[in-house]
């Protein structure tokens, strides 16, 4: 079975500055990671996924993640921030034999002037 | 362009009723899934459909059922809503070969008073 925890309910940000959102998983097989990013009184949009391969992965909108095997972890990032990135965003593992997404509780990103 | 269309945004039901929530992806997907999102809770899988009239349970199944009578639409069913059943529901599709990546209808938002 596999679980994910974001550390973080909200993260308040000014604009331009750079923004971490964490995310840690467990899993006993082999995972796929996914961002996904939810605006206001919308569903869910994916950011980014890693499947293998290069462990930095880019994403649209300017996000990027990076996968670490040894601390189990799929941190979001972006340098800098813009007030339309204010968004819930969703950090999701799933098992390769599997096909149920596994997602965490969510990371309000709230972005100020 | 993928598209996962769900029948209504808003929905307003009385405590008893029986609600169905629909959903339809144009995608030619074999797995549809619909999830419950609460605040601080992320989302929580409630039933998953892997092929026409097939289902299995998630996470939370009480009080809901579903049908899928053909592969294109999954419908969510509240036999008797009740007042713990408001909430933000969200239906996606996914391939069962494949990437793994689930796409995301708008979302429903249901409230039962």
């Known amino acids: 079975a596999q679980s994910v925890t974001q550390l973080d309910s909200q993260v308040p940000v000014f604009e331009e500055a750079p923004v971490e959102l964490r995310c840690n998983y467990s899993?006993?097989?082999?995972?796929?990671l996914f961002w996904y990013v939810q605006y206001p009184n919308q569903g869910l949009q994916l950011l980014l996924k890693?499947?293998?391969?290069?462990?930095l992965v880019k994403g649209i909108n300017g996000f990027e993640a990076e996968f670490n095997k040894s601390q189990t972890s799929f941190h979001l990032r972006k340098p800098s921030v813009h007030i339309s990135d204010t968004a819930e965003y969703f950090c999701?593992?799933?098992?390769?034999?599997?096909?149920?997404?596994?997602f965490g509780t969510g990371t309000r990103l709230q972005v100020f002037p | 362009d993928v598209k996962v269309t769900q029948s209504s945004r808003y929905l307003v039901k009385r405590t008893g009723e029986k609600v169905f929530l629909e959903c339809v992806q144009d995608?030619?997907?074999?797995?549809m899934f619909w999830y419950r999102q609460d605040p601080g809770l992320g989302l929580r899988l409630i039933y998953f459909s892997y092929d026409v009239k097939m289902k299995e349970k998630g996470d939370i199944p009480e009080g809901y059922s579903v049908s899928r009578e053909k592969k294109e639409r999954f419908s969510l069913i509240l036999e008797s809503a009740s007042t713990n059943q408001t909430s933000m529901y969200l239906c996606a599709s996914s391939l069962v070969a494949g990437l793994k990546e689930q796409y995301f209808g708008p979302g429903t938002r249901l409230t039962v008073t």
């Open positions: 999701a593992v799933i098992g390769i034999n599997t096909d149920k997404l596994i």
């Open positions: 995608m030619d997907h074999e797995n």
């Open positions: 899993s006993s097989v082999s995972v796929y």
């Open positions: 890693y499947l293998s391969g290069s462990t």
